[in-house]
């Protein structure tokens, strides 16, 4: 079976994941593939749009295939991994600044890898069965794929809370935080991507777009952001213990259970990313992080736990927030030398309208 699948029809050219039993992870050549796909597509004038969906009942995509992460990193010299990521992050860059309209289905689960390829397009689209996370540091990594410039964009602390929980959240929170822009129902969505093959695509949305079902994080704002835009991952920890608000302490519990490292790299990144400036900068840092991750015993043993063995039950290392020193944290972010990712000196970071 074909692990993505390309066709066109009309003035639409679609990519499929799928890779339904997997929840169509990412592989290293399903990236390959796509990026190679949207560089012909992006000099074909009869490609119009692009849409992108996944196959199968539960999601777009999952994230990447972190079982070959894994191993890489346990039993390889992690080079496989970093080059699946200096490619993955690539990807993201070309679609963030695609010359097309890049409508990105993202219905069901989607979640790290899956948000790469779907966040940064220029229409994206959810439904009333999405569930949209970052939720790496609950494997001991650190949010990626542009997560972290996404998430520091979103009003207020949210994008601190979700990336720091690794909370799923859905159509109307998605709209809320800037990770979707229009919520189509799902069953609307054939009638969609069939129009699409004739209409423009703000033609083809005004016939399918509808309101979203309510959300949760609004009414959440005020002690989300007041706990979240404390300076370090403890004094957060504090005062949501502290607050009154039983979702809150909840919050808390939650972040208590995350590897404490990728807590205080994840929040570090983040207040960074506010300031970096375009996306390609932050990716820079994110592949940074990523790599040094591949050193760092909390992601082994974050996907043994999780994914692996599923005992739900990783053993960090450091065992707490107050082990984690600052030297510990900088070290996710020291340059790379000539292994750098290097997209914010490349052209891809001047802004292309489409």
């Keep these: 079976m074909t692990d993505v699948l390309f066709r066109t029809a009309g003035r639409a050219a679609h990519i499929t994941l799928n890779r339904p039993k997997s929840l169509n992870a990412l592989t290293h050549e399903m990236v390959r593939r796509i990026d190679e796909t949207l560089t012909a597509w992006e000099h074909d004038p009869a490609v119009r749009t692009v849409v992108v969906t996944g196959t199968g009942e539960r999601g777009l995509c999952a994230g990447g295939d972190i079982r070959t992460i894994h191993d890489d990193a346990r039993y390889g010299d992690g080079s496989a991994a970093a080059a ?10 070309r679609i963030a600044r695609y010359p097309k309209p890049y409508v990105a289905v993202m219905d069901g689960l989607v979640m790290g890898g899956g948000v790469g390829v779907s966040a940064h397009g220029s229409v994206r689209i959810v439904t009333e069965r999405s569930r949209i996370a970052m939720p790496e540091t609950g ?35 998605a709209l809320l935080c800037g990770l979707a822009d229009h919520h ?6 054939p009638g969609l991507i069939g129009d699409l093959a004739d ?33 370090t ?33 994840t929040l570090a990144a983040l207040r960074s990313a506010r300031h970096l400036g375009p996306l390609e900068r932050v990716l820079d ?7 040094r991750a591949l050193t760092a015993p909390d992601l082994v043993e974050g996907i043994r736990a999780q994914v692996i063995d599923k005992d739900r039950d990783p053993h960090w290392s450091p065992a707490t927030l107050a082990e984690v020193t600052d030297a510990d944290v900088d070290r996710f ?4 030398g000539d292994r750098e990712l290097g997209l914010a000196a490349s052209d891809s970071a001047t802004e292309v309208p489409w």
């Design 184 to 189: 189509v129902p799902s069953a609307a969505i």
């Design 199 to 231: 209409l423009p695509v703000h033609e083809a949305l005004t016939w399918h777009v509808r309101p979203a079902p309510e959300g949760e994080l609004a009414r959440h704002r005020d002690w989300i952001d007041t706990c979240y835009a404390a300076d």
């Design 84 to 93: 699946f990521w200096r490619d993955e992050y690539r990807l993201n860059a």
């Design 333 to 336: 972010f020291a340059p790379l």
């Design 285 to 291: 840092q994110e592949y940074r992080v990523s790599c």
């Design 139 to 173: 494997i001991g990594f650190v949010p990626d794929v542009g997560g972290t410039y996404l998430l520091a964009l979103a009003p207020g602390e949210l994008g601190t809370h979700l990336a720091l929980t690794g909370a799923q959240i859905g159509a109307a929170d």
């Design 233 to 265: 991952v403890e004094e957060i920890v504090g005062r949501l213990l502290d607050h009154g608000d039983a979702a809150a302490k909840s919050a808390a519990q939650t972040l208590l259970a995350k590897s404490p490292t990728a807590l205080k790299v």
